[in-house]
C-alpha cells in the first residue's frame, strides 16, 4: 500500500513548513475510504499516465522544494500518538526509542483520531469540503498544487498553518465554572471575544471569523508558541470552524489527545516573504521524525540548552554604531548559555581583524573559559564575512570542532550555492534554525539521533559518528561482483534515461533534465554509485545533516522524496583554463532528487541548462522522474537479502571482539574444551556461517596457500595446519586458535610476544605478492575477508579504511559489530574512534603542510628548512591497556588487555588513511594490513 | 632555521635577514655557562659571545609583552569593533594612554605598539564579561594569553611552526616565575612604580631569553629539573651534603652546564618553578667564580629574600663531559636511539639528551625540537595527565594509553616514542631504520635499563 500513490485526501495541511522540511503524512487508515474516494477529482496535470495526484505533491514549497516522509505501516503503528500526559508530549525527546512493548499499549490510542472523525461526521459536523479543486479562498485545506504555485499563487500558500496542541477534556469536571465554560478558551487557551470581532465577508454565511485576541497564560495555544494574536482559527483536526460551530466541535473530543488547529496566518498578506517559524508536526512521529521535521525545534531538551553552544555568522563590516546587533547576520540558539558568547562576539571580531592584519593568515580557533567550562570556537572567514562555531571543549575537541564547522559550511554551500545566499536571506532564518538544532543536536547528544535498529548499533554509531562524520568520504559496503554488476545495471538504466516519458521524441519537447549520476544508498551505506567523487561526497553530507542515513537503517521508509536545487561544488568551479578542448561544465542548474523507500535511498543528481531546457524559477519535483526512481527501487527488492547478508557476513577483514582476549588469562590454565573463548569464538562462527559454501572452500585454499610463506610461521604453531580442519567453518581464527592451542596448550601470550619479538627483522611487506601470483583476484579478495593480522590468532578488532580519491571507507558493519557484542569491546571502540581523531587531526597538519609544500615549490625552490615541526607524520600509534569495568573481586587485580591504535597516512599513489585496533600480543606492520584492506577497494 | 626560534616574535614577517636576532638565535647550543673555572670559560667563549648578543638583542626584540592594568575604565566600549578602530589611531610607540595599558618589557619591534594594545585589550574586555580569554590561532600563529595574580598579563605570540599552547602557556609561568624571581611577588602585585618596575625587570631579561631561544634544557617545557648521571653518584652526593653543612645552608647543588648533578634533600624540596628557574639563572649569568646572587622563590617564599649562595667547588673534572650527554659514560644505549629524555613525575626531574650517534642526522638543534614538539604533542594529546598532576590510582579510566609512537614522513623517517610506566615517561627518538613494530619493545629495555638511575 505504501509504495502507491495513495488515495489520500489532502486534509488541509498547508505546506508552509519551515524551510524544505516537511510535513510527515500520516497513514491513512483504511477505513477513511470515504475520504480517499472524494479526492479523486484532482489530479496531477504533470503525471500523464496517472489520474491520481502524488500524495506529495501537497508538500512541495513554494521554491520548489519538497522533502516529504512518510513512515511505513508497521513503522506507523509503532510510532502512534502518545498523546496521554502532556508532559509525555511535550518532553518526548527524553524517551529514546520507542519500546516494543509499548507498541500493543499504544494501539488503545491509535483509533482515537478516527473515532473523533467519526463524531464528527456522525454528527454531521464534517463538511463536504474535500473537493479542494475550488477552496482556495475559503478552506484551510486550500493547497495549491505546485504547478499552479509556480504560475500564480504566491501568497495563498504561506496564509495558513497547523498547530499541533494537546487538549485535555477533562480539564473541565476540574473548572465547575457557573455558565457554560468556554471550551476555546478552557480547552485551548485562546481567548476570542465576539464584540471585537469584525463583520465577516466570504463564502462562509454564518458564524464569525474566530479571530484570536488573546492567549491564557499557560494554555495549549501559548505553549506551542506558534499561535498568534491576530491568526484566525479557521479549522480543527480540519473541521471548519466559526464561532457558532467551535464549541460544538469541541465539546466533541472524547478525551486527552492531540488536536489540530489550523490558522489563517495573521501576517499572511502584509509579510508574504517570511515563513512561519515552526510547526508542529504529527504526533504520530518518533522523536527522529519530530526532529527531521523541524517540528520540535523549541522543544530542545534543558541539557542541551545549558550548554554553552552557539552558531554565529557576522558581518565584518561596521557601518556604525547605532544598531546595536547590527553584525549579527544570524545566530542559534536563543538561550541564555549561549546569550554569553554571543555578547562577546567583539572578542572575535577584533581577533579576526586583528590577528590576520599582524600575522597575515586567517584565524582558525580560539579557546576562552566561560562559567568555568572552557569552550572552543571556530572560525571561518570568507570575504568579509565571519562564521563562528562555539562548542564546549569536553564535549567536542577542536579537530573535531574545525571539522564540523568545514562540513557545516561545505553542505550549507552545497545546499545554497554560498554562505551568505544562505545566511543573508530572511526566509531562510527557520530553515537554518532547523538544520543547527539538528546540528547541535548530533555534536551534543549523538546517541540521541542515531536511532539504529538495536542498541548495541545505537552505541557504535554514536561512537564512531566523532571521526566518521568528519570524513570526507561516504561509508561504503564492499560487494561480491555479481550483485555489484547487478546494482550497476540497474543505476545505469535509470541514468540512461530513454524511458518514454523522457524520450524526447514522445513529447516534441527538450528534456527537462539530464540526469548526471546516482548513487544508491542501502541502509546508510553506499552501495553503489555513479557521481563523481565530490558529489557524492557532498550528498552524503547533506544526509547526514538531516539523520536521512540513520533513518533509513532504522525506519522503514514508506516514502521519501526530496527534491531541492543544490550547488555542487564539482559542477560549479570557474573553468581552471579556458582551453576549448577541455569539457566545460554547462552553465546549468543542479537539483538533487532522493527517494527513499524501505531502506533504500536513491540520491539522483539532475541537470538543467546544458542539453536541456533550462530551469524557470523555482521547478518542483517533476512525476516522471520522481517515479522512475521509485521504480528503479522497486526493481531492487529482491536484492534486500542479498546486501542483509552482506552487512552481517562483509567482504572486510574478520574482527575479533575485546573481551575475549580479556577472559582469556584467567582461563589460561584451563582445560582447553572450558576455554570461554573457544567456545564463544565457535558461537560466533555459528552465526556467521550462513552465506556460502565457496567461501569454505576458498578459506580454505587461501590458507594452504599461505602456508609456504616462512617467514609467518610464528614458533610451533602452523598456522597452516588449521587448514585441514577449516571445512567445518568459513572462519580459520577459531580452527587456528584451536589448532594451537593444542599443539601447545601452555603456551599463553607472553610467550607469543617472545616469539614474534625475536624475529626482529622486518618482514616482507611485499610477502603477499608471492601469494598473490598464485591466488586469483577473487581468490585474494576472499582471502582477505578471512584475517587481516598476520599472527595465527585473529586479533583485529576495528578498522577505518578511507579512500579518498574515490572518497569512500570501509568500516566494519552494525551488524559485524553487534555479533561481537562485549562491555569492554563497546568501550574500545569508542576509544579508537576518539584516538583516531586525534591521529587524524596530526595527519591533517601533514596534508596542510605537503600542500604548501607542493605550493612553494611552484612559486620558488625554498629548501624543506625545518625539520623542527613534526611534519610530515606517516604513523602514529597509541598503545591503550584496558581491563573491564565494574570489577567486583576484590581479591584478584582485574586482567588487563593491551590494544594499539595505529593510524597510517598513504599520500602516495593516492592519498589513503588506514585506522586499525588490533591486540598488542601480535607485531602488525601497517602496510601490509593497508594493503590487504585498500585492494579490490573499487566504486 | 631563521625565525623559528625566536618563539615570541609576533608576526608572520620573518626577522630581516642579518638582524642580530637571528644571528643571535642561530646559537645551537645555548652558552654551556658554569662556573668551574677559567678553562671552562675559555671553552665556551664562542658561545659566550652569542649570549652576549642574545642579551642586547633580547631587549631590543625579546617580545615578551608584559602588560599591567587589568581595571577597565568606565565607558569601556562594550563593542570591540570600534575598539579595534579607536586603538589603531592611538599613536604607535606611545607608551600608556590607551586603557591604562602599560606595557613593563619593551614593545619587540614586529608588533606595533597598537596590536599590543589590542590584543591585551581584547583580553581585557572578556574578562569584564566574566570570560576568560585563554588562546586563538590562525593557520600559522599560536597566541596564548594568562593573567597572574589580577595583576600582570602575559602574552605569547608564536609563529614557530609546531608551537603548541602548552609549550607557550608553560613558557609563561617560567616567565612569570623568573619575574618573581628577580622582584619579588610584592613588587609585581601592588605595581607602585611602573618606571622603577622596568628597570628592575630588566634583570630579568637575560634569564627569558633563555625561555625563548633555543636552549638545551627542557625544563622550561617539562617543568622537571633537568639533571645529569654522575658518574660517582653517592661521593658526589656526601661531598656535597658535607659542603652544606659547613656553609649552613640546607639548599645546595651542583650544576654542569645548567643541569643539576648532585643537590641536597633541602634542594629537591623546593618547590615547582624555582627548582628549574634556579639553574637556569645561574646558566644566564655571566661566569663568574664566585656569586651571591639574591632572589625570591616564587613558589616557597615569594615575598622572602633569599641569600641564594652560589658555592664555588673544585671543577669537578669528569662531570664536565658529561654536561650535555647526561648519561654516564659506557651506559649502553641502543644503537639507535638519537635522543631522549626520561622524566619521573613524582620527583619532578628530568634526563634529556641528544648527544647519542652525534654523527647521524639530524643535527642536534633539530632533535631537541623534535623532542620538545613531540612531547608537547604526547602531553596533549595522549597523557593528559603530563607531570602536573600524580597518576591516579582510583577511578582511572577503562581505557588507558601506555604507550605511542610517530613515524614521520618520507625523507626523514625519524621514529619517536613515549612510553609510561607507573611514575616514569620516556621519550625516545630513533634513526628511520629502527623496525616499527620494534619500538615500544626497545623503550621497555631503554627505560627498565635507566630505571635505576631516576
Known amino acids: ?939 | 632555521m631563521r625565525g623559528q626560534e625566536v618563539r615570541f616574535i609576533c608576526c608572520a614577517s620573518q626577522p630581516p635577514a642579518g638582524s642580530p636576532c637571528s644571528a643571535g638565535a642561530a646559537a645551537a647550543a645555548p652558552p654551556p655557562v658554569n662556573r668551574w673555572g677559567t678553562g671552562l670559560l675559555h671553552l665556551n667563549k664562542k658561545g659566550f659571545e652569542k649570549l652576549g648578543l642574545r642579551v642586547s638583542q633580547g631587549v631590543e626584540a625579546g617580545g615578551l609583552l608584559l602588560i599591567r592594568g587589568t581595571t577597565a575604565k568606565p565607558g569601556f566600549p562594550k563593542n570591540l569593533g570600534g575598539t579595534w578602530k579607536r586603538l589603531q589611531s592611538g599613536t604607535p610607540g606611545s607608551q600608556g594612554g590607551v586603557f591604562g595599558v602599560t606595557t613593563v618589557f619593551p614593545t619587540p619591534a614586529q608588533l606595533p605598539f597598537s596590536v599590543v594594545g589590542s590584543l591585551n585589550g581584547v583580553h581585557m574586555f572578556a574578562q569584564n564579561l566574566d570570560v576568560q580569554l585563554n588562546s586563538a590561532r590562525t593557520e600559522d600563529t599560536t597566541v596564548v594569553w594568562k593573567s597572574f595574580h589580577d595583576s600582570i598579563t602575559l602574552i605569547a605570540v608564536s609563529s614557530e611552526e609546531g608551537a603548541s599552547e602548552l609549550s607557550l602557556g608553560r613558557m609563561l609561568h617560567m616567565v612569570f616565575g623568573a619575574m618573581v624571581l628577580i622582584v619579588g611577588l610584592e613588587e609585581l602585585t601592588n605595581i607602585r612604580n611602573v618606571e622603577r618596575l622596568k628597570k628592575e625587570l630588566r634583570a630579568s631579561y637575560c634569564l627569558i631569553d633563555s625561555f625563548l631561544g633555543s636552549s638545551e634544557l627542557i625544563g622550561d617545557l617539562t617543568q622537571c629539573v633537568d639533571s645529569v648521571i654522575p658518574p660517582e653518584g653517592s661521593l658526589m652526593q656526601e661531598t656535597l651534603s658535607g659542603f652544606a653543612e659547613a656553609t649552613g645552608t640546607a639548599f645546595v647543588s651542583l650544576l654542569v652546564s645548567g643541569r643539576v648533578v648532585a643537590a641536597t634533600e633541602g634542594w629537591w624540596r623546593l618547590g615547582m618553578p624555582e627548582a628549574v628557574l634556579l639553574p637556569w639563572l645561574v646558566g644566564s649569568l655571566p661566569p663568574q667564580a664566585a656569586r651571591d646572587y639574591p632572589v625570591y622563590l616564587p613558589h616557597g617564599s615569594p615575598k622572602l629574600l633569599e641569600r641564594w649562595w652560589q658555592p664555588l667547588l673544585e671543577p669537578l673534572r669528569a662531570c664536565l663531559p658529561l654536561g650535555p650527554r647526561v648519561l654516564p659514560e659506557g651506559f649502553p644505549l641502543h644503537g639507535d636511539i638519537l635522543g631522549l629524555l626520561l622524566l619521573h613525575l613524582e620527583l619532578r626531574r628530568c634526563l634529556f639528551t641528544v648527544e647519542p650517534s652525534p654523527d647521524k642526522e639530524p643535527s642536534p638543534g633539530q632533535r631537541r625540537r623534535l623532542l620538545r614538539n613531540f612531547y608537547a604533542l604526547v602531553v596533549t594529546t595522549h597523557f593528559p595527565a603530563g607531570p602536573a598532576e600524580k597518576e591516579e590510582d582510583a577511578g582511572s579510566p577503562a581505557q588507558r594509553p601506555r604507550a605511542c609512537y610517530l613515524v614521520l614522513g618520507p625523507g626523514m623517517g625519524w621514529r619517536l616514542v613515549a612510553l609510561q610506566l607507573g611514575l616514569r615517561l620516556l621519550l625516545l627518538m630513533l634513526s628511520p631504520q629502527s623496525p616499527t613494530h620494534g619500538l615500544r619493545g626497545l623503550a621497555t629495555h631503554t627505560l627498565q635499563a635507566l630505571t635505576p638511575f631516576l
Request: net charge negative.
Open chain 1, 1 to 939: 500500500m505504501m509504495s502507491d500513490p495513495a488515495w489520500r485526501d489532502s486534509r488541509g495541511r498547508s505546506a508552509e513548513l519551515p524551510g524544505d522540511l516537511s510535513s510527515l503524512e500520516e497513514e491513512e487508515e483504511e477505513g477513511d475510504s470515504n475520504a480517499g474516494a472524494s479526492s479523486l477529482g484532482s489530479c496531477s496535470s504533470a503525471s500523464s499516465d496517472t489520474d491520481l495526484e502524488p500524495e506529495w505533491l501537497d508538500s512541495v514549497q513554494r521554491n520548489g522544494e519538497l522533502f516529504y516522509l512518510e513512515l511505513s505501516e508497521d513503522e506507523e503503528e509503532s510510532l502512534l500518538p502518545e498523546t496521554q500526559t502532556v508532559n509525555h508530549v511535550r518532553f518526548s525527546e527524553k524517551e529514546v526509542i520507542i519500546e516494543e512493548d509499548d507498541s500493543r499499549e499504544r494501539k488503545k490510542y491509535e483509533p482515537k483520531l478516527k473515532r473523533f472523525t467519526k463524531i464528527l461526521k456522525s454528527k454531521r459536523l464534517l463538511p463536504k469540503r474535500y473537493h479542494k479543486k475550488s477552496s482556495n479562498n475559503n478552506g484551510p485545506v486550500s493547497i495549491l498544487k505546485h504547478q499552479s504555485d509556480q504560475k500564480t499563487g504566491v501568497t495563498v500558500q504561506q496564509r495558513y498553518k497547523d498547530v499541533t496542541v494537546y487538549i485535555n477534556p477533562r480539564k473541565l469536571t476540574a473548572i465547575k465554572a457557573r455558565e457554560q465554560p468556554k471550551l476555546l478558551e478552557v480547552l485551548v487557551g485562546i481567548v476570542h471575544q465576539t464584540k471585537w470581532s469584525w463583520k465577516r465577508s466570504g463564502k462562509q454565511a454564518d458564524g464569525e471569523r474566530l479571530v484570536v485576541h488573546g492567549l491564557s497564560p499557560g494554555g495549549s495555544a501559548m505553549k506551542s508558541g506558534q499561535v498568534l494574536i491576530g491568526d484566525v482559527l479557521v479549522a480543527v483536526n480540519d473541521v471548519d470552524v466559526t464561532s457558532e460551530n467551535i464549541e460544538r466541535v469541541l465539546s466533541c473530543i472524547p478525551g486527552p489527545m492531540q488536536v489540530k488547529l489550523t490558522f489563517e496566518n495573521a501576517y499572511a498578506v502584509k509579510k508574504e516573504t517570511i515563513q512561519p517559524k515552526k510547526k508542529k508536526a504529527q504526533s504520530s512521529t518518533n522523536d527522529l521524525v519530530k526532529l527531521l521535521c523541524g517540528s520540535e525545534t523549541e522543544g530542545i531538551q534543558p541539557s542541551i540548552l545549558g550548554t554553552p553552544h552557539i552558531i554565529m555568522y557576522l558581518t565584518l563590516q561596521l557601518q556604525s554604531e547605532v544598531s546595536k546587533e547590527e553584525e549579527i547576520l544570524y545566530h542559534y540558539p536563543v538561550s541564555e548559555a549561549s546569550q554569553k558568547l554571543k555578547s562577546v562576539r567583539g572578542i572575535f571580531l577584533t581577533l579576526c581583524d586583528m590577528l590576520e592584519s599582524v600575522t597575515g593568515t586567517q584565524v582558525t580557533s580560539s579557546s576562552l573559559h566561560l562559567n568555568g567550562k572552557q569552550i572552543h570556537v571556530a572560525f571561518l572567514k570568507e570575504s568579509d564575512k565571519l562564521l563562528l562555531i562555539g562548542l564546549p571543549a569536553e564535549e567536542i575537541p577542536l579537530p573535531q570542532l574545525r571539522n564540523m564547522i568545514e562540513d557545516a559550511a561545505q553542505t550549507l554551500k552545497f545546499m545554497y550555492g554560498s554562505l551568505d545566499s544562505a545566511f543573508c536571506q530572511v526566509e531562510n532564518t527557520p530553515r537554518l534554525d532547523h538544520f543547527f538544532s539538528l546540528f547541535f543536536e548530533r555534536a551534543l547528544q549523538p546517541d540521541k539521533l542515531h536511532l539504529s535498529a538495536s542498541p548495541s548499533a545505537q552505541q557504535y554509531d554514536a561512537a564512531s559518528a566523532v571521526l566518521l562524520d568528519s570524513l570526507p568520504a561516504v561509508r561504503w559496503l564492499t560487494l561480491p561482483q555479481e550483485l555489484k554488476v547487478e546494482l550497476d545495471t540497474v543505476l545505469s538504466d535509470l541514468e540512461a534515461a530513454d524511458f518514454e516519458e523522457l524520450s524526447e521524441d514522445y513529447y516534441d519537447m527538450r528534456r527537462l533534465y539530464t540526469i548526471l549520476g546516482s548513487s544508491l544508498f542501502y541502509k546508510g551505506y553506499l552501495v553503489c554509485s555513479h557521481l563523481p567523487k565530490d558529489d557524492v561526497v557532498e550528498i552524503a553530507a547533506y544526509c547526514r545533516h538531516y539523520c536521512l542515513l540513520p533513518l533509513a537503517a532504522k525506519q522503514r521508509i514508506g516514502q521519501l522524496i526530496i527534491w531541492r536545487e543544490v550547488f555542487p561544488s564539482h559542477h560549479l568551479q570557474p573553468p581552471a583554463d579556458a582551453d576549448a578542448e577541455v569539457f566545460q561544465e554547462p552553465e546549468g542548474r543542479y537539483f538533487l532528487l532522493i527517494v527513499g523507500l524501505r531502506h533504500y535511498m536513491l540520491c539522483v543528481l539532475l541537470e538543467a541548462g546544458g542539453c536541456t531546457s533550462k530551469a524557470i524559477g523555482n521547478p518542483g519535483p517533476d512525476c516522471i522522474y520522481v517515479d522512475q526512481a521509485r521504480a528503479t527501487l522497486h526493481q531492487l527488492e529482491g536484492v534486500d537479502f542479498r546486501l542483509e547478508e552482506q552487512l552481517a557476513s562483509s567482504l572486510g577483514p574478520c574482527l575479533s571482539c575485546a573481551d575475549w582476549f580479556l577472559a582469556a588469562p584467567r582461563e589460561k590454565t584451563d582445560s582447553l574444551t572450558t576455554s570461554p573463548i573457544l567456545s564463544r569464538l565457535q558461537g560466533s562462527t555459528k552465526t556467521v556461517t550462513s552465506p556460502t559454501c565457496r567461501r569454505t572452500f576458498f578459506s580454505d585454499y587461501s590458507f594452504k596457500a599461505r602456508k609456504p610463506s616462512p617467514s609467518r610461521s610464528s614458533g610451533g604453531c602452523e598456522p597452516g595446519e588449521g587448514g585441514e580442519s577449516v571445512g567445518t567453518s568459513p572462519h580459520t581464527t577459531p580452527d587456528a586458535v584451536r589448532k594451537q592451542r593444542e599443539s601447545d596448550g601452555a603456551e599463553d601470550s607472553v610467550a607469543l610476544l617472545k616469539l614474534t619479538r625475536k624475529k626482529s627483522t622486518l618482514p616482507n611487506p611485499f610477502h603477499l605478492g608471492n601469494s598473490k601470483k598464485e591466488l586469483s583476484e577473487k581468490e585474494l579478495e576472499v582471502y582477505n575477508t578471512m584475517k587481516l593480522t598476520s599472527g595465527p590468532d585473529n586479533t583485529l578488532f576495528h578498522y577505518v579504511a578511507l579512500e579518498t580519491v574515490q572518497g569512500i571507507f570501509i568500516t566494519p558493519t552494525h551488524e559485524e559489530v553487534a555479533q561481537l557484542g562485549g562491555s569492554v569491546h563497546t568501550q574500545l571502540i569508542k576509544n579508537f574512534h576518539q584516538c583516531c581523531l586525534s591521529i587524524r587531526a596530526i595527519f591533517q597538519q601533514t596534508l596542510k603542510e605537503e600542500k604548501k609544500k607542493t605550493l612553494r615549490a611552484a612559486e620558488h625552490s625554498e629548501s624543506a628548512e625545518s625539520v623542527a615541526a613534526l611534519t610530515p607524520v606517516k604513523e602514529h600509534g597509541v598503545l591503550f591497556e584496558c581491563s573491564p569495568e565494574n570489577w567486583t573481586d576484590q581479591k584478584k587485580a582485574p586482567p588487563v588487555m593491551a590494544y594499539w591504535v595505529v593510524g597510517r597516512l598513504f599520500l602516495h599513489p593516492k592519498p589513503q588513511e588506514l585506522y586499525v585496533c588490533f591486540h598488542d600480543s601480535v607485531t602488525e606492520i601497517a602496510i601490509e594490513m593497508a594493503f590487504k584492506l585498500f585492494f579490490g577497494l573499487t566504486l
